[in-house]
């Protein structure tokens, strides 16, 4: 087979691929402003880059990238797709692939909304209590920095969207669309954004009843949004969060697998408890 993009194959070749592999990797980002300095489509190559090195690693197919999901940022350019909305298709794509008759999916965000990931995580996990099909599937979520030291590290010190990872990033893979003038947004705001990323959010209210719903927009003096220090990149920093990657992810993927496939020969799951009581009331 020539390619692992899906998107290549002929019916004929997608058909003897399934005879003896039956995983997928799913990536999926948006467009969304990254400052002055990054294309909007910089998720969309972090899920594409990440998710065709990964398929190479794992000898297993990529699908077609998912290119619309939630950021809750309004600056122009950035796309937003509400999140039940995409947490549907997602699991729809997924349903779909699981009829052709793959088993393992590899769901690749190149974007890190906290609000799109948990929505995602908690409507797969519905879908698959709704869909006795979808038992024999095995669905992980894998996100690029949870198997990145460096870029996990970066968090700690108060580096997020459009700075120095995702920088970086496209320093290695595609240093031609990285601009030089990188703007940042007044001193206070970007010291704000630096403490809490989602301190680019207005919430209101007209009481302080907890079950009123509040209104959500961005604040009036987020102008850029960049939230960390894109001046600190380099090209030397986004190689070594791909390889962190790849020499992370490749071999736990690859026991995840191997645990799928043995536990569908001997009907064994591992069964979680749920401690958390009344869930309700914290609601």
Known sequence: ?????????????????????????????????????????????????????????????????????????????TINVKPNTFSNLVGEIIES?????????????????????????ESLRILKWLNPALRETLIMLVQIWDFSPTWTELFTQRDYHAAEAETSLLLHWCPEVVRPNIVMDEPVVAERLRDDPDSYQLRESFTDFKQEIVQTSQKPDVKVGVMGYP?????????????????????????????????????????????????????
């Not at 408890?273 to 309700?280: A, G, N, R, T, Y």
């Open 1 to 77: 087979m020539k390619s692992l993009r899906m998107r290549d194959l002929t019916l004929a070749e997608l058909s003897e691929y399934l005879k003896t592999n039956q995983t997928i990797i799913i990536p999926y980002a948006l467009c969304e402003q990254h400052g002055h300095h990054l294309p909007l489509d910089v998720d969309i190559r972090n899920a594409e880059f990440c998710a065709e090195k990964l398929a190479a690693e794992l000898g297993c197919l990529w699908a077609p990238p998912l290119n619309y999901t939630f950021s809750g940022g309004m600056l122009p350019g």
């Open 97 to 121: 692939l699981t009829l052709q008759g793959f088993r393992n999916f590899i769901i690749l965000p190149g974007h890190g909304g906290s609000e799109s990931l948990i929505h995602l995580k």
């Open 231 to 283: 001046e600190r990149a380099s090209a030397a920093t986004g190689k070594k969060i791909e390889e962190e990657f790849l020499s992370n992810a490749v071999p736990a993927l690859r026991e995840a697998i191997a645990a799928a496939e043995a536990a569908r020969r001997s009907g064994k799951r591992i069964v979680h408890e749920d401690k958390q009581k009344l869930k309700i009331r914290s609601i």
